[in-house]
Every structure is written in C-alpha cells, then in structure tokens.
C-alpha cells in the first residue's frame, strides 16, 4: 500500500472480525488447520511480517479464534521479526503488533535481529527469522508455529528447487505441517498452501485491513518471479496444479522415510549391503545422510551421490564430518569413527 500508514485496520476491530469471520477465506484457512492437523482453540504461534499473506493469516485466525472461544487471547500469540535491513522496518513490526492487539491478541512480540550482511541476504534473513521464532515459541511455552506460506510460495519453491537439481522433496519443499527436530520439537504449520496470494488480499481488502509491501523482495529470486509478467503467470498455473501433485509426494516421502526407519531400527549408523543395493538411488543418498546424522556427523550432498552410486564389492571410504567416516564394503554400509584421514574417494 502507498503513503503512510499509521494503522493496518481501517475498521472498527469488532467489524474486522465480523467480516472476517463470514468471509469465505475464514474456512478455507479452517480447513487448511485441518490439514496441518491444528484445532482453532490450540495454542500457536504466528509469525507476523505486515506483509498481505501475514496479514490475512493473522486476520483470519484471529475470526476463527473469536468464533470458537469468543477470546482470541488463549489460543494466539504474534511474532513479528525487525531484520534492520530498511528504515521502515521498526515501524512496520509496531504496526503489526499494534493490529495484533487490536483484534485481541494478548501476547505480541516484537524481535530485532542482526543479518549477516557478507552471507546471502534472504538467506541470512529466513534463518534469523527461524531461530528467533523458534526460540520464541519454546520460550512461550508454544509448541506450533504458523506461517503464512501460500499457493504461489509453493509453487516457487518447486521451480527453484528444480533448477537446484532437487529430487523428491522439491515436490513438497512446503508441507502442511513439519516437525522441526532443530528447533526443539516445534512444528511449523502452514494453512494457506491452497490458497493464492490475490485471493488473500481480496480478503484482506473486503474486511478493510492493510498491508505492508517490502520492496526488498524484489531483489530476490522470488522476487524476480514475481515481476516478470511471463513467470509470474506461470507460477499461477503451476500454483493451480501442483496441491495433488504434492499430496502424492508427501505420501511417497513418508513410505520413503518409513522403510529408511526400518532399515535403520537395528542399528541407527549401519546396514546390511543386501538392503542399501535393493533401494533405489535417492532412497540410498537419504538413508546415508540419516545414518552420518544419527552418528553426530553430515557429509556433502556431492559426496553422499558418489558413494550411494557406487556398485563396488571392494572397500571404500568417504570423508564424513566430526572424525567420522562412511565405510561401504560388500558386508554393509556404516558410519565409523575414523582413526585416521581417510582419503576423499571421488571415484564414480
């Protein structure tokens, strides 16, 4: 929006939430709680940016907080993250909690974060954001956290990560709801991945509410999607189509992670060969970077290919982080303490 804003509801806050809660939106966000698998009344967490999306999540659960409870304050809490990165930052996150209030939202917390400027910006940005929230949450005592990723998000997410050369996961890069084990248990759930980003600020625009635009987003990757005509259009289509597309991938994902558990029940750093040459390709690197993970360790993605490609009966070695190493023989693929510097076996 243009010009100075001093307040992001341009109606009474009751009328806000009147008109949000018989906007058919509302229950689309309900139903896309019902797929994160969160109740309107459960304690969460939502991170707030002023943004349109944001801004409609919190508006829309802030209707559906008041309609099951009549009090929106014992189910929301709002975070809202300054990056410092432009002038307008700090104002913008006073709005956002000033709003928050507003429609009832008791807890609202306004966090400033430093972003390395030497790393990629929106990078650096999304994991100063994260860590924050996360720390915010377990602070409250809030297990969920909700963010506002939508239609065209996911859409974006897909094309980007298939330019990476992802696999599997590119498919379903943002899921309805995701334990992050990083963060302590706290589970990220996003109710609008069904909905377009026009369609939530015709929502926001018919219950008068404004929303901040950062101008900054333009400069990045998504940013640039967003303002060629040509892409943009094309991340529409593929938003439109891709919900089915990626329920399967979750589906494929989750029978992936349920045989690599299995293998993996016994001895959480080792398998038998006879199992790891049954598994597919990707299965394989998935079942190596968990088995280095269970270990305290990490390889390099372009290393976990190169041993996972490898049909070798002779001993091989691969440098792992930690002092660990991956060993692959015609016995069994292990994850090892090394006692010595192994060489990097970059042998197909």
Known sequence: MDGLLTSLLRSDPEETLRRASRHQLTARVADGLTRAELS?????????????????????????????????????AVLTVDHGLREESAMEARLVASAAYALGVETCVCERVQVRS??????????????????????????????????EDRAESLLLALERGDGLESLARLRPRRIMHDW???TVARPLLGISRAELRAFLTDCHV????????????RGAMREEPAIALLVERVARGLGNLADEALECIA?????????????????????FDTLPLSFRCVLIAQMARNAGGEMSRSMIEVAASSDSR?????????????????????IVRSEFTAPRDTRP
Not at 314 to 334: E, K
Request: with cysteine.
């Open 40 to 76: 309107a009344t459960e304690p969460v967490l939502l991170l707030v940016s002023g943004g349109s999306d944001s801004m409609a999540l919190l508006v829309a659960m802030a209707a559906l907080a008041d309609r099951a409870s009549n009090s929106v304050r014992s189910s929301l």
């Open 118 to 151: 030497d790393a990629n910006l929106l990078a650096a940005a999304r994991d100063a954001r994260y860590q924050v929230a996360g720390t915010t949450a377990r602070r409250l005592g809030i297990r969920t956290l909700v963010v506002a990723h939508q239609a």
């Open 184 to 186: 302590g248990g706290v």
């Open 210 to 221: 404004d929303w901040v635009d950062d101008p900054s987003n333009a400069l990045h990757a």
């Open 255 to 275: 029978w992936r992670d349920r045989r690599i558990a299995e293998i993996l029940s016994q001895d959480a750093t080792s398998c038998r060969r006879q199992e």
């Open 314 to 334: 002779a001993p091989r070695r691969y440098g792992c982080s930690n002092g660990m190493q991956l060993t692959i023989d015609a016995r069994g693929v292990r």
